[in-house]
């Protein structure tokens, strides 16, 4: 089991950017796969955005095309995502999720897909 640390949520106001990071405890397999994920209270939590480690091939959902990127640095163990004009809709609480073993026919826009979380980051967008 890998520990994932989640940081670099706050409050926020519309149209402003954040970063948040997510630190994993040891070193990343080749075939891992990193996901960023939110929930609000009451919601399931919903796919934001992966990268794979090997290739570092990317996938967004349409909600945050456009203003989030997902990125690694493979030095620091450290995925991470950077939020450009935040909107309201973008509150929640972020997880940083991970597979190790990436599997081309897996959905990894589904929580279930993943086998490592974090606890999570609280990012609050103000209008």
């Known amino acids: 089991q890998v520990d994932l640390v989640e940081s670099g949520g706050r409050l926020a106001q519309a149209g402003e950017s954040l970063r948040l990071s997510c630190a994993a405890s040891?070193?990343?397999?080749?075939?891992?796969?990193y996901g960023w994920f939110r929930q609000v209270p009451g919601m399931e939590r919903e796919f934001v955005a992966s990268?794979?480690?090997?290739?570092?091939?990317?996938e967004y959902s349409t909600a945050v095309q456009d203003r989030f990127t997902i990125s690694m640095d493979s030095a620091k163990n450290t995925v991470y995502l950077q939020m450009n004009n935040l909107k309201p809709e973008d509150t929640g609480v972020y997880y940083c999720?991970?597979?190790?073993?990436?599997?081309?026919?897996?959905?990894?826009?589904?929580?279930?897909?993943?086998?490592?979380w974090g606890q999570g980051t609280q990012v609050t967008v103000s209008s």
């Open positions: 999720a991970l597979d190790p073993t990436f599997y081309k026919y897996t959905d990894y826009q589904i929580p279930s897909s993943y086998i490592d």
């Open positions: 990268i794979r480690w090997d290739d570092g091939g990317t």
């Open positions: 040891a070193h990343s397999l080749r075939t891992s796969i």
